[in-house]
Nanobody, 114 residues
Framework: QVHLVESGGGLVQAGGSLRLSCAASGIIFSVNPMGWYRQAPGKQRELVALIRSGGYTNYADSVKGRFTISRDNAKNTVYLQMNSLKPEDTAVYYC????????WGQGTQVTVSS
């Protein structure tokens, strides 16, 4: 059975940092491109960072230079280091494959205060 469990969110002031983690089970993690997505209130879910099995990364323009995605295939875990956070980064953050073929996890709330 497939499970995605996100953690690491919280409340932080603008300019602060958070590190999100996502543990995956029930999939062959190492071969899958993994993405971090976010959904702000009233908005559609969007992909913010992608890491392929070989380590290639790509970022949405809105987070480029501030967020870093990484993965540990031995732990079936993908991370998102978020620096210089802005209020507009406030959202529920999710991980999934790319394209997003797996059942969504519960996500982790990130709230950035101004």
């Amino acid at each position: 059975q497939v499970h995605l469990v996100e953690s690491g969110g919280g409340l932080v002031q603008a300019g602060g940092s958070l590190r999100l983690s996502c543990a995956a089970s029930g999939i062959i993690f190492s071969v899958n491109p993994m993405g971090w997505y976010r959904q702000a209130p009233g908005k559609q879910r969007e992909l913010v960072a992608l890491i392929r099995s070989g380590g290639y990364t790509n970022y949405a323009d809105s987070v480029k230079g501030r967020f870093t995605i990484s993965r540990d295939n031995a732990k079936n875990t993908v991370y998102l280091q978020m620096n210089s956070l802005k209020p507009e980064d406030t959202a529920v953050y999710y991980c999934n494959t790319n394209p997003s073929n797996l059942p969504w996890g519960q996500g982790t709330q990130v709230t950035v205060s101004s």
